[in-house]
């Protein structure tokens, strides 16, 4: 338990603010940090233990500070597992979280789109999760319990707060966006899936997939915290081998769908109040 309350104790020396929300910002989507008011800027690399991301579309730092009248600390970019750290790391900021008092956390994600009617640029609220990294006896809940967060065995059921995600549907509705509710597969990466991947996935329910997210909600589902996920569709899966997808392309995608995942956010936040 020390080395997460050392950092909050950091995180708390270093802003006046006692968050109560937190948000993961996934790739290409750090520019809701820009909200943030009356903020403070930690860089990842001044936190003891706090893994630094290495992803193009990943800022690395912490932004502090009060998002629609809500104390908010704000993750620019997350780590994943694929860029060699441990569960148990890329689950770290969101114990961290939890020792800040922070009761909510949006996750945010880019992922591909598996369901067909998915379309590049659309939004998708995340329902529920296949934890296919998970199935190989990879969790951040590996190891001795901790039991100051939660129980040994953690209850997956409405891992994704169902209020909030109707509320985040109903908002992008009203928007006109294309927006979703479905399932988010999480595989290590980093590696694409292949076509044959692809189409189990969406035998086995997968409506988008991704390489991260999943880590970071069961350590938050673990210690109680309410979830908000929403993943921003970059590109539709290649379900029969005749295309190719790039970062580059990500990216290019993510300008459009970034702002309406953000608006959605802003919006879910006021209505939070």
Do not use: C
């Amino acid at each position: 338990m020390q080395q997460f309350r050392e950092v909050a104790k950091l995180i708390l020396d270093k802003s006046q603010h006692r968050p109560k929300l937190g948000i993961i910002l996934g790739t290409g989507l750090g520019a809701l940090a820009s909200d943030v008011k009356d903020s403070v800027v930690i860089p990842y690399n001044t936190l003891p233990n706090w893994p630094t991301s290495t992803v193009k579309g990943h800022a690395g730092k912490l932004v502090v500070g009060n998002l629609e009248g809500q104390p908010t600390l704000v993750m620019q970019g997350r780590a994943h597992y694929y860029e060699g750290y441990s569960m148990d790391a890329v689950g770290f900021p969101v114990r961290v979280m939890k020792m800040l008092g922070i009761d909510t956390l949006f996750v945010t994600n880019a992922a591909g789109g598996i369901n067909p009617e998915f379309e590049a640029g659309d939004v998708m609220l995340i329902s529920d999760h296949i934890n296919l990294i998970g199935m190989s006896g990879l969790s951040p809940l590996r190891g001795p319990n901790i039991s100051e967060f939660g129980p040994r065995f953690t209850d997956m059921m409405n891992a994704y707060d169902p209020e909030l995600r109707n509320m985040a549907f109903e908002i992008g509705s009203s928007y006109g966006y294309g927006v979703h509710q479905g399932v988010y597969a999480g595989l290590a990466g980093p590696n694409l899936e292949s076509p044959v991947e692809y189409r189990m996935l969406k035998i086995i329910g997968a409506d988008a997939v991704g390489m991260s997210t999943v880590a970071e909600v069961i350590a938050a589902r673990h210690s109680g915290i309410n979830v908000l996920g929403i993943s921003g569709i970059t590109n539709k899966a290649n379900l029969d081998g005749t295309s190719y997808t790039t970062l580059a392309e990500v990216l290019e995608v993510g300008k459009v769908v970034g702002p309406k995942i953000l608006r959605i956010i802003l919006s879910v936040v006021r209505q939070m109040q």
